[in-house]
Nanobody, 126 residues
């Protein structure tokens, strides 16, 4: 069982930055691909970024490439971080941290992620 807790959302002006963190409680030695998704009102939950279990490989949605950066720290805190720069009003959404037991790859489909956090609101004003 994996528990994920996000933090770091809030209100920011367009062009600003925010950093989201996801603290994962996992069994020692287990491996998970971790991802961030977001869901705006009236829209489907969409992929934002993912990182492999060892942090060596990352993937991004085209809409956030070159603006967002995902990383992870596999020390005792098991934290995944999403650094968001040059934020736009269209980035406004609830952001969810997720973990996939399919640790051998990077996944953009939410169906491949088993565990989810409660979500944190990000609002970008124009």
């Amino acid at each position: 069982q994996v528990q994920l807790v996000e933090s770091g959302g809030g209100l920011v002006q367009a062009g600003g930055s925010l950093s989201l963190s996801c603290a994962a409680s996992v069994r020692p030695g287990s491996r998970y691909t971790m991802g961030w998704f977001r869901q705006a009102p009236g829209k489907e939950r969409e992929f934002v970024a993912a990182v492999t279990w060892n942090g060596e490989l990352t993937d991004y949605a085209d809409s956030v490439k070159d603006r967002f950066a995902i990383s992870r720290d596999n020390t005792n805190k098991n934290t995944a971080t999403l650094q968001m720069n040059s934020l736009k009003p269209e980035d406004t959404a609830v952001y969810y941290c997720s973990a996939s037991p399919n640790w051998y790859g990077l996944w953009t489909s939410k169906d491949l992620y088993t565990y989810w956090g409660q979500g944190t609101q990000v609002t970008v004003s124009s």
